[in-house]
């Protein structure tokens, strides 16, 4: 929260209900003690008990654990050369402050980013955009393997190069030579050597569970939660990236997700959860990314047959690119992916996913694309209209609408309870 760093207009991953901004004197105003600073170094769930690194205990009556994730580093896969002064991950506020100052330091330089991933792909948009000269290396077959067909990702592949920016798949960065505390050289697997003036590690995360291993149900490399957010033991919540939780429309299969989107949900519903205001989560995932002149969303789960839509050969050559893919599983849509949306038209995809809308033809879907899910969106509002006036089932819709009035209440309500009854321990990182 220091003046002079990295900024992102209009962004701010700390909003609470109504979108306030949970700054420092936002925690004051409202009687929460905001202990930055502080170190938890082990759990006694069972004794319901912090221990800090200044040797402070800090009893509970209910604990919610929003440790978050940590990135991947190079030595975890046999690498080195993190602490180079030109290497850079990106995570908090610290390392994105170090990127941005090791980018000024060489306009115009090479820049190398391992990974072709979420964070690899994003930073390597920005890095352009600040005249770096950028090479992305992975091993993958195309960039964002975890989410994207390779007919998306040829597209997004030759938009990237269009502006600049070279590929290097199916190898891997195997050492970095360092000179004078310098990364000078990244080294393939295959003997190429690469100059760099300054190399982006995005690798992956893993969930912060350390200090609740073998005491609490893990799943999904993360803490095990119901539908109400809460652990194996009763008096621990789990939120963000940390909690593994049942996804409904996966019929109840635990996910766990590294997003801010999910983490806000997670943590509203915990909170009305602990409060006793809200059933269990019903959430939809979700991911966006908004990069040069692109901008997608996608929804539910990219499992099954994909079905793509609109012209990418047209699209490449267009400013306003507008295609995507559903993805289909027994008949009706399980995920949508959409790229250069409205906000009605993202609406429509993820109203289809949400209510798993029917597929009787998929070469139909693939013809028609946006205009079957804006149909069907219609055709399923006009029926939910007449069941209204029918006296018909309104209970899932007033479910959620209520969900959503509680939850932003409840934020509010449990931190000043917990002020007034219970210690509250917020801080930076474990």
């Not at 760093?5 to 962004?11: S, T, V």
């Not at 209900?17 to 069972?46: C, F, P």
């Not at 980018?103 to 330089?109: A, E």
């Not at 996966?250 to 205001?277: K, N, S, W, Y």
Request: net charge positive.
């Amino acid at each position: 929260m220091g003046g002079g760093g990295a900024r992102l207009p209009a962004f701010h991953t700390c909003a609470g209900a109504n979108d306030q901004l949970l700054t420092e004197d936002w925690y004051k105003e409202h009687g929460i003690e905001l202990m930055l600073g502080t170190k938890v170094v082990s759990a006694d769930v069972r004794r319901k008990t912090l221990l800090t690194s200044s040797g402070e205990v800090i009893s509970y009556t209910t604990l919610i654990v929003a440790t978050g994730a940590r990135v991947l580093k190079l030595e975890e896969f046999g690498g080195s050369g993190s602490d180079a002064e030109n290497v850079c991950y990106l995570r908090n506020i610290v390392d994105a402050d170090k990127l941005v100052r090791v980018m000024r330091s060489c306009p115009g330089g090479n820049a190398i980013v391992i990974g072709g991933g979420y964070i690899g792909m994003e930073c390597a948009a920005a890095l352009v955009a600040n005249k770096i000269k950028v090479t992305i290396v992975f091993p993958g077959k195309h960039c964002m393997g975890r989410l994207f067909t390779p007919k998306l990702a040829e597209f997004y592949e030759n938009y990237y190069t269009s502006k600049g920016v070279t590929f290097i798949k199916g190898t891997a960065v195997s050492s970095l030579e360092i000179s004078s505390g310098k990364v000078t050289t990244a080294i393939l697997r295959d003997g190429r050597r690469l100059p760099a003036d300054m190399v982006v590690v995005g690798i992956g995360a893993r969930a912060n569970t350390a200090l609740f291993e073998g005491q609490l149900a893990m799943d999904k490399g993360g803490i095990k939660v119901n539908g109400q957010m809460q652990a194996s033991d009763a008096s621990v919540y789990a939120v963000g990236d940390v909690a593994a939780f049942p996804v409904k429309l996966f019929a109840g299969e635990p996910r766990r997700f590294e997003h801010v989107d999910c983490a806000r949900r997670t943590a509203r519903h915990a909170v009305a959860a602990a409060l006793g205001a809200v059933g269990d989560i019903d959430y939809l995932p979700f991911f966006y990314s908004r990069v040069f002149a692109l901008s997608w969303r996608f929804y539910g789960d990219n499992a099954g047959e994909a079905v793509h839509f609109g012209d990418m050969d047209s699209a490449a050559a267009s400013s306003t690119p507008k295609f995507g893919a559903f993805w289909v599983i027994a008949g009706r849509v399980a995920g949508a992916f959409l790229e250069g949306g409205s906000p009605e038209e993202y609406e429509a995809i993820a109203h289809a996913v949400r209510r798993r809308a029917a597929v009787p033809d998929v070469a139909q879907l693939a013809r028609e694309g946006l205009a079957f899910v804006l149909r069907e969106g219609k055709s399923g509002a006009a029926q939910q209209r007449t069941g209204e006036r029918g006296g018909g089932d309104k209970s899932a819709y007033a479910w959620r609408a209520t969900v959503g009035v509680a939850a932003a209440v409840s934020v509010a309500a449990l931190a000043y309870w917990y002020a007034r009854k219970a210690p509250c321990l917020v801080r930076r990182g474990f």
